[in-house]
């Protein structure tokens, strides 16, 4: 261990922190900043702001999607197989890695040129944004949660590198409240893009901590001898290589639980991806200005971010006691609950309406905050029914995001589809003069979005979570030796 990274470990026990559940933190905290800012007001800048056509903005999302769930399972192969050592070595993927993240987050909020409505270039400019800032993401947080797995085998310290995570996220999650208070909900967008400067550079250093101080049991996977390889032996390693991906992917696949994890996890992605790019519009248009002002609806929009960690937090008992899949299958009737409740209510009750977003929400990224879990015990499970010498984190954290990131882009792809076909980019900005019929009309089907989305999707994750057969984590040793 480097002196300098022996000096800080003396220091931080002296204060009873971990260090290593700081370290794996750190990235979150990073990430956390940027990611919910960069979710939460892309699509109304590139919306109302940037003013990109609808055409434009469902081809950049499928250029999205495909890129998303493309890159996951070859970073995921990369990083697990490659000898390159800042692919295969956990904390130099995420120490090179963050600088790139934190200028990917920058490329969406400063225009390429003054738009006009239906601007090409907005619709390449948006193309450009979400992919570049997609790789950079899978590029790091998929090394992140390669080290989920491989920093312990034991249930309690995962649960204490879920707490350290949660805290970090709860820290960053603030970024979206002081963001949204500073721009006035982007109005004054020469503030948004000031602050956003200043939390790219902040999210860098946070992620470089971890580069510079966190290491995985198995960081010496992809070092190499040094000698040069012959054609003959690049090619013979080559043909292994796609072999090797083969046989990994497919036993990967016919995993059972991973199946059943897998489809519950891209209803909830398709969940976060609908209440983060849709609250704010959600809102603007169901609740009256008079009755939640904008430094209200600050406060709101940032409770829906910080929130999810406190209750994760103090949800740590019952992860010990229960295990998170009772947790989790717990939350989703309570979704589903919730929002027929809400249904019932109907769209008058402002207050009641406010709390209903704010908690679904919570309640949504909080049980998303649980996934690395279930994802760990799979991994183990497969390392021990394959007698691996290394845990295939990467590929199963890669191949997961495969069948679930298209959710990020098909959520604001039908949404936004639906809203327009009730007259959203007419009316979006509509005063006391417009119609009010056809105002109704989309205030209407708005509710409707808000309230049977979730009901209709957690009694799908119900039926889909409850054979998942890996219940007991909580209550058994180590998988592998801790060292």
């Known amino acids: 261990m480097h002196p300098g990274t022996m000096n800080v470990v003396r220091y931080l026990t002296k204060l009873r922190v971990n260090h290593v559940s700081l370290a794996y933190a750190m990235t979150t905290l990073g990430s956390s900043m ?16 940037y003013k990109v056509s609808e055409g434009a903005f469902h081809r950049s999302q499928v250029v999205y999607m495909v890129w998303n769930a493309v890159n996951d399972p070859l970073f995921g192969y990369m990083q697990d197989n490659s000898k390159v050592p800042c692919w295969s070595q956990r904390r130099l993927s995420i120490l090179y890695g963050a600088p790139l993240y934190s200028l990917a987050f ?5 225009p390429w040129r003054s738009y006009t409505p239906g601007d090409w270039l907005s619709g390449l400019h948006l193309t450009v944004a979400l992919c570049a800032f997609d790789g950079m993401l899978t590029f790091v947080l998929l090394a992140q949660c390669a080290l989920f797995a491989e920093l ?10 879920i707490k350290y995570s949660q805290v970090a996220s709860l820290i960053g999650s603030s970024s979206v409240l002081f963001c949204g208070v500073v721009s006035k909900n982007m109005e004054d967008f020469t503030a948004f893009q000031s602050f956003t400067v200043i939390i790219a550079v902040l999210s860098c250093g946070c992620m470089v901590y971890t580069g510079f101080h966190s290491e995985s049991h198995f960081s010496d996977k992809g070092s190499d001898s040094g000698i040069p390889e012959s054609a003959d032996q690049t090619a013979h390693h080559l043909a292994s290589s796609f072999s090797t991906l083969k046989t990994q992917t497919r036993q990967i696949l016919t995993n059972r639980d991973f199946q059943l994890f897998v489809l519950m996890n891209f209803f909830q992605v398709f969940m976060v991806a609908f209440f983060n790019n849709f609250t704010m519009i959600f809102t603007e248009q169901l609740i009256p200005p008079d009755v939640l002002p904008s430094l209200a609806k600050s406060i709101m929009y940032g409770a829906g971010f910080i929130c999810p960690q406190l209750l994760v937090l103090s949800c740590q008992s019952l992860l010990h006691s229960l295990g998170y899949y009772k947790v989790i299958l717990f939350t989703f009737f309570l979704e589903a609950g919730m929002a027929a409740i809400m249904l019932v209510l109907g769209p008058k009750h402002y207050y009641i309406l406010a709390f209903f977003l704010t908690f679904n929400m ?22 021990q029914k394959y007698k691996r010498s ?4 990467s590929m199963v954290f890669g191949t997961n995001a495969l069948f679930t990131k298209p959710g990020h882009s098909l959520a604001p792809m039908i949404v936004l589809n639906i809203l327009n076909q009730f007259g959203y980019e007419q009316l979006k900005d509509a005063g006391k003069d417009s119609d009010q019929s056809a105002l109704e009309s989309l205030h209407s089907v708005i509710f409707y979005l808000v309230c049977l989305v979730p009901m209709c ?6 039926l889909v ?19």
Not at 106 to 110: T, Y
Not at 457 to 462: C, F, P, S
């Open 106 to 110: 920058l490329l969406a909020w400063f």
């Open 34 to 49: 940027i990611n919910i800012i960069f979710s939460f007001y892309y699509v109304k800048l590139f919306v109302n702001k």
């Open 457 to 462: 999707i957690a009694a799908l994750q119900i």
């Open 390 to 393: 290394t845990p295939l984190s």
């Open 465 to 483: 979570w409850r054979p998942f057969s890996i219940r007991n984590s909580h209550t058994v040793d180590a998988k592998y030796t801790d060292s």
């Open 152 to 161: 312990s085998g034991q249930h309690q310290n995962r649960l204490r590198l």
């Open 362 to 383: 919570v309640i949504i990224h909080g049980t998303f905050s649980l996934f690395n879990l279930p994802l760990a015990d799979i991994i183990d499970k497969d390392l």
